[in-house]
């Protein structure tokens, strides 16, 4: 596990960059420290951060039920405001669990069908839906392990 926990972080052995790479490419420009990324998130992604992920294939529905409302998403790009902390952090969120589960799958599509998908598991909602919280999104976190060491969820 302590492999695939590395490995989302960094480079695949292929030298392709992750999502989690183009993700934080695309906000700060460069791959920043741990402790940049928070002090980035305290002071507010800017909204292009939705935008990659959205073109990355997550759905304004998906970016609406997790990040931030459709009206506060509008508000913000009418007002060239930053994201919240809060945004910010399930933001990063989101982009963190999509490149593990990319990892995990070994598929972009096949990974975000998973993210979609039912789970009883979960009380029937869809691991994406969990992202909202950070105890949710612990909870995705943790059964994207157990899949990869073969573990049945």
């Known amino acids: 596990m ?3 926990i590395q ?3 960094a480079r ?17 420009g460069k791959r920043p420290s741990e402790l940049e990324i ?9 909204i292009k951060s939705v935008d990659f992920l959205r073109g990355e294939g997550v759905t304004f529905t ?12 509008k508000h913000r790009k009418d007002k060239r405001q930053a994201l919240s902390a809060e945004e910010s952090d399930r933001t990063l969120r989101l982009a963190r669990i999509l490149t593990l589960a990319d990892h995990v799958f ?16 979960l009380g029937s909602r869809t691991p994406i839906k ?16 157990q899949i990869d060491e073969g573990i049945y969820v």
């Open 2 to 4: 302590k492999a695939l």
């Open 7 to 9: 490995s989302t972080t």
């Open 12 to 28: 695949s052995t292929t030298g392709a960059r992750t999502l989690e790479e183009r993700f934080l490419n695309a906000v700060f």
């Open 38 to 46: 928070t002090q980035k998130v305290e002071r507010g992604f800017p």
């Open 62 to 73: 998906e970016v609406h039920e997790v990040v931030l409302p459709a009206r506060t998403l």
């Open 106 to 121: 070994g598929n972009h599509e096949k990974a975000l069908s998973w993210l979609r998908g039912e789970n009883r598991l």
């Open 130 to 145: 969990m992202l909202r919280s950070e105890t949710g999104g612990d909870l995705v976190r943790q059964m994207l392990y």
